[in-house]
């Protein structure tokens, strides 16, 4: 499967079946990166490790507290890593078999949500867009009928990127500190985001930090400017959408950030190519 045709969606008219694999294809990269980095890294998975299982110190709980005491071992931690990785490859492979994707979406979003219930550590934004999309997936496979349910799933995944896109750049926009042009330089100064070859070279450069703040914020709050653009116009901004956070990936490294994110944008072309003035393609 050539790597381009995975950060690049199809080029329009998209269907509705390259728009299904496409929107969950990034996704499952990123799961099975999330997956193979937690796997060369077990021991932080264990009893003294900072990702340590949780679970089972919890007061109350409906699940057991055997079935806990399992989910916080190494060897559950690795069990519900490996399930990702599992989840993620059907998907990728599973180019014109929706059942596969669909199964495959199934044990990424089991694998985010076990990971979750036993720590909440170690989880960034992309991998809640992530989980999100596999949750989506999952939900709207129980309309009976494939096109309205595959329609429906693009549809909220599309829904939940314009919200996630509009209110990330809104909170952005009454806070004191990025309104100020400081946020990401503050943000570069931390040991775990600013060690990178470029975060150190961006922090040499206050105006370009700043330039780059409010850069955020424009792009982010403009988000739906998308849906008035002609789609191959639509497209071509959406690249943009993935280079920025590609550069995001890199200078934090972040290297899940970018699938994450970059998964919900053929649903976004989907939807524009459906507009009515694009001749709502079915």
Not at 180 to 205: C, M, N, P, R
Not at 214 to 242: C, H, M, N, Q, S
Request: charged letters at 15%.
């Amino acid at each position: 499967m050539p790597f381009t045709k995975i950060v690049n969606e199809p080029s329009h008219p998209i269907s509705r079946e390259d728009a299904h694999y496409w929107t969950l294809a990034p996704a499952a990269v990123g799961e099975i990166i999330s997956g193979l980095e937690a796997l060369t890294r077990t021991a932080a998975y264990g009893p003294n490790g900072l990702l340590q299982g949780l679970s089972s110190k919890r007061d109350r709980s409906v699940v057991p507290q055997a079935l806990r005491k399992a989910i916080d071992s190494h060897g559950g931690a690795v069990a519900i890593k490996a399930m990702g990785v599992v989840g993620g490859a059907l998907t990728l492979t599973g180019r014109r078999s929706r059942a596969q994707q669909i199964t495959g979406a199934g044990l990424m979003l089991a694998s985010s949500g076990l990971s979750k219930y036993r720590t909440s550590f170690g989880r960034d934004g992309a991998d809640h867009m992530a989980a999100l999309i596999c949750g989506y997936r999952v939900l709207t496979a129980l309309v009976p009928e494939a096109e309205k349910s595959d329609d429906l799933f693009l549809r909220a995944v599309n829904a939940q990127t314009f919200i996630a896109y509009v209110t990330a750049g809104a909170a952005k926009a009454i806070s004191s500190t990025w309104r100020s042009g400081e946020a990401l330089e503050q943000v570069l100064q931390t040991q775990q985001y600013g060690d990178s070859a470029v975060a150190k070279w961006l922090k040499k450069s206050p105006l370009l930090c700043s330039s780059m703040t409010w850069f955020t914020i424009v792009w982010e709050t403009g988000f739906p400017i998308v849906y008035l653009l002609a789609p191959a116009d639509a497209r071509r901004a959406l690249a943009g959408v993935k280079l920025f956070h590609l550069g995001i990936a890199v200078t934090m490294g972040l290297p899940r950030f970018f699938w994450g994110f970059s998964s919900a944008h053929a649903a976004v072309l989907y939807a524009v190519d459906r507009l009515p003035r694009n001749g709502g393609r079915g």
